[in-house]
């Protein structure tokens, strides 16, 4: 079983950063994959970034693209995301996701771990 710890959220005027934070319990060679996911209030739960572990490739939504990057630190079993440029459509809880799936998914159902969330609010 993996643990994943999301700190980091809070509340930003539009046009400012944070940076997200999710912590893994421990690093098991099963987990290939960390993303993030976001889910605003009456909305679905959708997609926002993901990395691999290994390689670093990484993948990101259009929306978010050229304003967040995802990285991680191996050592640390952690990765971040880096948010800039914030407007007021991100706001959302923020999921931190583990995938076992080899190669990058997009899709929630292939993730097999998941964080508690962390509220990210951007006010106009």
């Known amino acids: 079983q993996v643990q994943l710890v999301e700190s980091g959220g809070g509340l930003v005027q539009a046009g400012g950063s944070l940076r997200l934070s999710c912590a893994a319990s421990r690093r098991t060679f099963s987990i290939n994959l960390m993303g993030w996911f976001r889910q605003a209030p009456g909305k679905e739960r959708e997609f926002v970034a993901a990395?691999?572990?290994?390689?670093?490739?990484?993948n990101y939504a259009d929306s978010v693209k050229g304003r967040f990057t995802i990285s991680r630190d191996n050592a640390k079993n952690t990765v971040y995301l880096q948010m800039n440029s914030l407007k007021p459509e991100d706001t959302a809880v923020y999921y931190c996701a583990a995938s076992t799936t080899v190669g990058i998914t997009i899709e929630s159902l292939n993730y097999n771990y998941w964080g508690q969330g962390t509220q990210v609010t951007v006010s106009s």
């Open positions: 990395i691999s572990w290994r390689l670093g490739n990484t």
